[in-house]
Every structure is written in C-alpha cells, then in structure tokens.
C-alpha cells in the first residue's frame, strides 16, 4: 500500500515562497514519475508539474514556469514544490501524485494512481 503525505503548506504575502514536501511510504517510491496537482475553491483539479524518476526530466503547467520547480530525493522518498513569486491564484489544496509510469510524465490525473490528502497555500494579495 502506497501512502503519500504533503506537507509545508500555510499562508503567505504574495511574492512570497513556499517549499512544499510530498513523503511516500513503500519501498518503490524511486520507480515512478511524481505530479503535483491543486484544486481551487470551485474549480476542477489542475496539474502543477511532475517528475520522472530520476529526476531527469521535468514538466509545468505554463502558469508556474520559472517560479516552480519540482525535485525530489529518492533516498529520503520524498518529492518536493519550491513555489517562488507566490500570486493569489495560486492559492488551493496542492496534493502530490504517484504516476503509473516510470518515464513517462504529463498533465493527465488519470495517469496518477495514488493521492495525498493535500495541504492548504492561502497567499494573500
């Protein structure tokens, strides 16, 4: 059984940054791509970024480029969103996803078969 936890989440001054974690349980946390997602009060869920593996290559949605960046620690099992220039849109329950694949990294939410809880980013105008 996978379980993923984020964590980091908490309000914050526009402009400002958050660092947001994302920890897996289970022994195979190293063979799959990662995603971030958030959803909005009234709005659908919408994909953030991801990652594949490895950590090798990497996917935004337009919005955060050049102010996210996703990584993460496969050691530690243990993805992470650096979030910088934070904007008020950006305020929603950001949750973390494990993908189907190991290579293979995109926006779709039914690529990813296991969900954190999520964790609430207010930012503030």
């Known amino acids: 059984q996978v379980q993923l936890v984020e964590s980091g989440g908490g309000l914050v001054q526009a402009g400002g940054s958050l660092r947001l974690s994302c920890a897996a349980s289970?022994?195979?946390?190293?063979?799959?791509?990662m995603g971030w997602f958030r959803q909005a009060p009234e709005k659908e869920r919408e994909f953030v970024a991801a990652i594949t593996w490895n950590g090798d290559n990497t996917y935004y949605t337009n919005s955060v480029k050049g102010r996210f960046t996703i990584s993460r620690d496969n050691a530690k099992n243990t993805v992470y969103l650096q979030m910088n220039s934070l904007k008020p849109e950006d305020t929603a329950v950001y949750y973390c996803?494990?993908?189907?694949?190991?290579?293979?990294?995109?926006?779709?939410?039914?690529?990813?078969?296991?969900w954190g809880q999520g964790t609430q980013v207010t930012v503030s105008s």
């Open positions: 289970g022994r195979t946390f190293s063979a799959y791509a």
């Open positions: 996803a494990r993908s189907k694949y190991s290579n293979r990294i995109d926006d779709k939410s039914g690529n990813y078969n296991y």
